[in-house]
């Protein structure tokens, strides 16, 4: 099964094994309806866990997971990436796609090629494709209605609406 990195887990929270994770996308639910899941350790590791408890904390989560039970074993986790199964997400609507299916995407504009994604960047603002053009520079454009004129992740193809939300 192919699985999605959502969060990072950030540091330990208290003395009894619950620990804060920051999501890439605020908004996602997807760790509250979770039973388990799965850690990849900052050693290339990974280990499934099943989940105590997810509750809100501002802008991140904390999360207790069953066998974590004290502030060392949270700490030990730290820098690891929260990783759900693609089967538990909910289905895609026409034009959507998860932020990290976008990488290798052809991105073009309406006078012609602008490159290929290589990376997302996730900011509170908006989120941002780096695209790497066919002369190698790097250039960073949002994921605004203004700039997007339609993403086809099957095709792996964006179509900007202009080249004018391009940032080099």
């Known amino acids: 099964m192919s699985a999605l990195d959502v969060a990072r887990v ?8 619950a620990f804060k994770v920051e999501l890439h996308w605020a908004a996602s639910t997807s760790l509250f309806e ?4 799965r850690l990849r ?5 990974e280990r499934e866990f099943e989940l105590e408890s997810v509750v809100p904390a501002g802008k991140a989560l904390l999360v207790k997971l069953v066998g974590i039970d004290d502030r060392d074993a949270a700490l030990a986790l730290r820098g690891s990436r929260v990783l ?3 089967s538990l997400l909910p289905e895609l609507a026409e034009g959507e796609a998860y932020l990290v ?3 290798g995407s052809e ?4 006078d012609g090629p602008v490159g290929e994604v290589i990376g997302v960047e996730v900011y509170p603002s908006a989120d941002s494709l780096l695209i790497r053009c ?3 520079k790097v250039v960073e454009q949002a994921l605004l209605p203004a700039f997007i004129a339609r993403i086809d992740g099957a095709a792996r ?3 900007l609406a202009n080249r004018d939300g391009l940032i080099e």
């Open 84 to 86: 759900v199964e693609r």
């Open 10 to 17: 950030a540091r330990p929270h208290g003395l009894r094994g």
């Open 107 to 110: 991105v073009v504009a309406p």
């Open 134 to 136: 066919p002369d190698g």
């Open 157 to 159: 193809r964006i179509e």
């Open 34 to 37: 979770l039973e388990r899941l």
């Open 101 to 103: 299916d976008l990488v």
């Open 41 to 45: 350790l900052p050693s290339g590791e």
